[in-house]
């Protein structure tokens, strides 16, 4: 997402939305002409680092106290947990 204030919208038009199409087309370009590693090392560090995203994300998610006052301990956990971020390991204290 980008979030700027410009003067006119020319910048957005000759500046932005330019330099988007590069970083898509950029992007794009790596995706094609990269070669999967599908091993089972690769895919062993690949879950590891995502359950450790998720884990880190429920952990510090600033919706979750709002979704607590809103539907309760309960339901604000189980949604945190096991959809928004279903890799994560629950604190057990």
């Given at each position: ?19 988007f ?35 880190y ?5 600033p ?31």
């Amino acid at each position: 997402m980008i979030f700027g204030r410009f003067d006119t919208e020319k910048v957005v038009h000759e500046e932005v939305m330019p330099a988007f199409q590069r970083y898509v087309q950029t992007h794009y370009d790596m995706v094609l002409n990269t070669t999967p590693d599908v091993s089972s090392k690769s895919t062993s560090n690949v879950l590891d680092r995502q359950a450790a995203y998720d884990s880190y994300s429920a952990e510090r998610d600033p919706a979750t106290k709002m979704f607590e006052a809103m539907f309760g301990v309960d339901w604000s956990e189980g949604f945190v947990h096991d959809f928004l971020f279903d890799q994560s390991r629950k604190d057990s204290s």
